[in-house]
DNA sequence: TATGAATGAGATTTCATTCAT
DNA sequence: CATGAATGAAATCTCATTCAT
């Protein structure tokens, strides 16, 4: 009874994950620019032509690794940011959540950068590639553009113009960044390094969005 | 009167040139990452071969792009900042020096952007490919480096650690955004969005390095 | 019974030796410096990718090919001395080896000519590319040297230095000589008139290391 | 008065002398598979076309080089001969003269080895490209038939048949050990370790075409 | 479902040779 | 006489993707 098909789903499931684990792997060990399906396939332990049973192209991947990485992005910061914090501590919470992130497991993060590989046009350009950022990289907007109105709502941030647009900006400032970290070839990155230039670029948009007279214990990020 | 030489010389001057200029179009059309050599020698009515004679390599193609880009905004920039004036107005005025070399030539600013292709490491990693940032890349970081010290003395920026160090930091994400700029496609860039896009991130930033209590005229840009 | 893996298998190693034998073809027919990668796979019918699945690059086709005569040789020569024959009758019977291999197969043997492609500096040279030359070359020059040896001990031979090295010595001749031959192209390569040159050589070098007074009888070739 | 044409003659020879130079140490250096047009017209400080006056093409200066080589040969080597020699004490002379010339200036002999390169097919071939071996390359020949014709009639040498037929094999075992030298880049060549292979190679050649019961010291080279 | 095998389409680079000036 | 400039033709190798089994 039941089972076989839900086993069946469940296998295809793993299957997947798999691939996009590996995948990743060997994004963060050798850059995204250098990721060829031969060595997804080879690092599985599949062939090629098994990885196409599994996703449309090469492209479906990273957009589903990006979705992956985005999302637990999202999930983490709002477990991080408090009910009760006004706007400016929210974001201390939402960057200092990716940095601590990001200090925990580089991957996730790091991932993120992919973005700009895939559709380098979001969300600075149209429509995107059939609005592939609907979802998580969607949420994590709306999430942003929640805390800058809210923000500018309690005074705790500057009133510099439209949430929404604002969100897109910083989403433009970060990935940004982390794409230029994704190019690194993991040997040569230097996690120390960077996880402070990304603290020190984050407390430049924090200081930049903050209201005037801010408490400068918020601007600091650890 | 004589002259032949100086003749022959021009020509092979602008021959070299022509080669630059529709690799450049080329790259604002398409992209960086789809340049291809094939591409560059059909748009100059070329063959194969014959840029060879003018660039050891197609890297050399792009680093001397790289290297006019950067050297042309230094020398804007340099010609726009008063001497008179404080750090943060010498800031201000190299940003919307910035802007207006975007909007009057898209070109030399979108091409900074080859930077992450060329050298993706720098100024992150440790030397980056034979230094080869060391002409214009360098002098636009020592200029904001003086930039950022001559502030943190004259009390219009905040004094937030070794300049050195944040005149990186700054170029980083400058040079991130541009990179993700020109990674759209020139049909789909709209030049409008993206220097108000660019003007936000850049004024992020200033108020992220102004000291506190700043003049607000001095936060905005143009 | 069973055997889908087998045939599958056997079916690989099918195509390596279509690929092989086309390329011996090839070479045969018009000399290893003009053979490209483009000619293997127009010859059997395939795309120049495919054979990228065969062989990692030329050099490693081309190895095999050497490989594989310089093997059968020693096989063949190995089974055609006389146990209980002294060195020089050994060596006699080792160059009438050659000579007879020769005319069942030219290819065999004229492909020994590769070395010089591959490795030229062998065995003159230190260490040539990765010892390349191990198994069925290094092979061969043991075999060579035993029979020297054996001869200056039996007094067939004369006894002209270490056999080691004169091992070496005879090797370069005879893979010099061939390579010689196989730059000709075989439409006007004449078996007849290379066969009569190798056995004049070969008789030449069988009397310059036989030993004073040696029986006549063993310094022909047939 | 006159002289002036004279004087363009000289000229010219001179400037086909200093190509010719150029190219010879370049192979020397390099090895005769990696010469280029390039490389010679760079070190001759003339532009590639010039080189097309001078040379109707590569093959031409190849073959010049050659001849040359070939021909300086048999001179140094008809210097060395003595007179009232037997057959045998000739041929001892010539590949003493060989060795000698090669101590002194490995560039003469090395370039022997060109031969292969330029026409694989000499002397074994039908005609070669256009006899073009008629000259120095055809004087060794000859110089080298004779000897052996000599040494049959006075005994010296093994009567072993036809002396034109054995003086192509001995040309064809000699320029095959040079060719095989020659494709060694200098940097990698051993002047000590080839001239020892040559004179064992040499040595044995000696006693291959000596006749029986020969003076022991009439075998060995220096 | 899984895969081995195949490939089309390119990408970069090299080189002997030609020709207008 | 000399050459700068140009090029056609090749050569090696890579990669995402397809398809018969």
Not at 34 to 60: G, P, R, V, W
Request: a negative charge; aromatic letters at 6%.
């Amino acid at each position: 009874m039941m089972g076989i098909e839900e086993r069946k789903l469940r296998e295809k499931e793993e299957r997947r994950a798999l691939i996009l684990g590996k995948a990743k792997e060997l994004i963060l060990e050798r850059g995204v620019d250098s990721l060829t399906m031969q060595d997804i396939a080879a690092s599985c332990e599949l062939s090629k032509a098994t990885l196409y049973l599994y996703f449309q192209n090469k492209d479906a991947i990273l957009t589903e690794i990006l979705e992956e990485a985005a999302s637990s992005f999202v999930d983490f910061a709002l477990s991080r940011i408090p009910v009760d914090s006004n706007g400016l501590q929210a974001l201390q919470a939402l960057w200092s959540g990716y940095l601590h992130l990001y200090g925990e497991s580089q991957d996730v993060i790091v991932l993120t950068g992919i973005k700009n590989y895939i559709d380098p046009e979001f969300p600075l350009g149209g429509e995107g590639k059939n609005g592939i950022f609907g979802t998580a990289m969607g949420k994590l907007l709306d999430l942003i553009a929640d805390l800058l109105r809210r923000g500018m709502a309690d005074g705790s941030l500057e009133n510099a113009g439209d949430p929404e647009k604002l969100a897109r900006t910083v989403i433009i400032i970060a990935t940004s960044i982390i794409d230029t970290v994704t190019r690194i070839p993991r040997p040569r990155r230097n996690a120390q390094i960077i996880r402070g230039e990304m603290r020190d670029i984050f407390e430049i948009i924090l200081r930049g969005l903050a209201a005037q007279g801010a408490d400068p214990s918020l601007l600091k990020l650890t």
